[in-house]
């Protein structure tokens, strides 16, 4: 069943903001901090949210700011004695680990949502390098080819605003089976993107560029337009 529009919980210390616009369109779903110690992502939804830069002008948006409370609050990729979360879907509702738990949970918010966009933020300690595998810093990831044409403009929106060349953003094809990002894109069919940003820069600046990729995203998808340049 769609939420409505406000603030509901996953578990009682998982927000999911839940937006609505006037005019009708697609639903995006915004979701950061499923790994603990990639915070751009999270910080860059909390300064949106403050700045109510997250209310969208068609359609639905639903953000979830912070995945992994507790792993957030460790700064580390899992909680304290627990699962990378990100290799835990579709997950399962009767699993012993909170993480396969936790999973299922989002799975049915996205089943039932039916987002036409699901991006995830992480960050990456490691410089984007086709020859360095894995190697994320700065990529549009996505895991079904062919490549959405959306990853293509928003990283050429991204090289335009961003233009130093360690700055540099690139798509890259990289499917992970168990990740959240493509077992829901097999789920839904929606366009799954996973945005990292390079742990290299200091943290106002990747917030700064987190913000810009969501920016971008929410309005090639139609959800929130940006005034026109
Ligand atoms: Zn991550």
Redesign the pocket.
Known sequence: MPLGAGIHHLEANIALHVFEAPEPGPTALIQAG??GD?VGGVHALAEMLEAEGLVPTHGKLIVCPVMNPAAYRARQ?AAPGGLDL?RCFPGDAEAPERERRLARKFMDLVEGERPALMATL??SHKRYDPEVQPSFGQTLVYGVEPMPEIVGRTVARLNARFAKPEEHWAPHYFPVATSSTEVIVDAIGCIGICVETWMGFEEPHRVEMQKAVVEFLLDDIGVRRLPAS
């Open positions: 499923i790994h990639e990729r990100n992480h960050e």
